[in-house]
C-alpha cells in the first residue's frame, strides 16, 4: 500500500522560508512523477511544482512559485522536498505531495493516484 506522508508546515512571517517533506513508502516510485499541490480557503487545488524520480528528476514549476521554490528528490530516502523561500501570504495553503505513474500530463489531480493528507503553511504579513 503506497503512503505518502507531508512534513514541516507551519507559520511563518512573509519573506520566510520552509522547507517541506514527502516521506513515500509502500512501493517503487522509480517510475513516477511527484507532485506538489496545494489548496487555499475557497480556491481550488493546484498545481505547485513536480520532479521525476528518473529522467535526472526533471523539475516543473507554476509560474506563481518559479524562482522562489525549489523541489527536489533523495532516491535513498524516497523523499521528496519542497524547499519554499520568499513566502508570501498568498502561498498560505494546505500543500499536498501525490505521486503518479503516467508522466505525460502533470498539471491535474487526476494525473496522481496517490495523495498524502497534507500539511498546513501559513504565512502572515
Known amino acids: 500500500q503506497v503512503q505518502l506522508a507531508e512534513s514541516g508546515g507551519g507559520l511563518v512571517q512573509a519573506g520566510g522560508s520552509l522547507r517541506l517533506s514527502c516521506a513515500a513508502s509502500g512501493g517503487t516510485f522509480s517510475r513516477y512523477t511527484m507532485g506538489w499541490f496545494r489548496q487555499a480557503p475557497g480556491k481550488e487545488r493546484e498545481f505547485v511544482a513536480a520532479?521525476?524520480?528518473?529522467?535526472?528528476?526533471?523539475?516543473y514549476y507554476a509560474d506563481s512559485v518559479k524562482g522562489r521554490f525549489t523541489i527536489s528528490r533523495d532516491i535513498a530516502k524516497n523523499t521528496v522536498y519542497l524547499q519554499m523561500n520568499s513566502l508570501e501570504p498568498e502561498d498560505t495553503a494546505v500543500y499536498c505531495c501525490?505521486?503518479?505513474?503516467?508522466?505525460?500530463?502533470?498539471?491535474?489531480?487526476?494525473?496522481?493516484?496517490?495523495w498524502g493528507q497534507g500539511t498546513q503553511v501559513t504565512v502572515s504579513s
Open positions: 520532479i521525476r524520480w528518473s529522467d535526472g528528476g526533471k523539475t
Open positions: 501525490a505521486a503518479g505513474r503516467q508522466g505525460l500530463v502533470l498539471v491535474p489531480t487526476w494525473a496522481y493516484e496517490y
